[in-house]
């Protein structure tokens, strides 16, 4: 028998993500639709932080990452969380919250890490430090986003910047330039496909590596991309 909390969960989850398909199939602009799925589930999680980190606020800080960071989570992603923490902090406590998320259905991907520790896994594996370099503060401790921000993001910016630069056109490159890969295909992957969701992304994660911004009036106001190169970006984006 599920417990009253776990059936809460999965009921406020699945009326998140009935708002958000009825707002869609209205034609609402897909960026709205995505952005208010994401606030649902901020204020769910928010609200269980509040509950089971209790007393711990000061030594534990909630991120939203990756795509929900973006505010783009779409009804079956994953929710990607980051737990920042001072040390082995509140262990039992994130545990016993993870445990109940699972529980109640949430398709859930998290760390817990100390702000030091999670440069040591940006600066290893490149999905990683892409994921947290879109990072959301959410609850907690805002003195450990501080330090977030300036050991682990700031610090891989400035020691890692135009690796990951060089690395993401690399990958841009290999996907509109391969001579195997095509647009013209009967079942088209809209995420990982030749100039789809994810060809998109990595000119957005290029820009803002480059302190440009990472929103699309961010690169109109850049003047190296003309208005209907963003407008036409947009709309495919919006679309996939």
Partial sequence: MLTSQVQTIKTDLSRIRD????????????????????????????????????????NVALLAVGGYGRQELCPQSDIDILFLRNSDRAAEAIGKL????????VQLGHAVRTPEECYAFMEDDLTTANTMLESRFLAGSEGLLGRFGA??????????????????????RASVEDPQRTIYVLEPNVKEGMCALRDIQRVLWIENMKGQGSTFEALLSQGRFSQSEVRRLKEAYGFY
Avoid: N, T
Wanted: aromatic share 8%; with cysteine; net charge positive.
């Fill in 19 to 58: 708002a958000a398909l009825e707002r869609h199939r209205r034609g609402e602009d897909p960026f709205k639709v995505v952005s208010g799925l994401s606030a649902g589930v901020d204020s769910l999680l928010c609200q269980l932080f509040a509950e089971y980190l209790r007393g711990e606020e000061e």
């Fill in 98 to 105: 993870v445990m109940l998320l699972w529980d109640g259905g």
């Fill in 151 to 172: 050991r682990a993001v700031g610090r891989y910016r400035r020691k890692r910047g135009e690796a990951f630069i060089s690395a993401k056109l690399d990958l841009l």
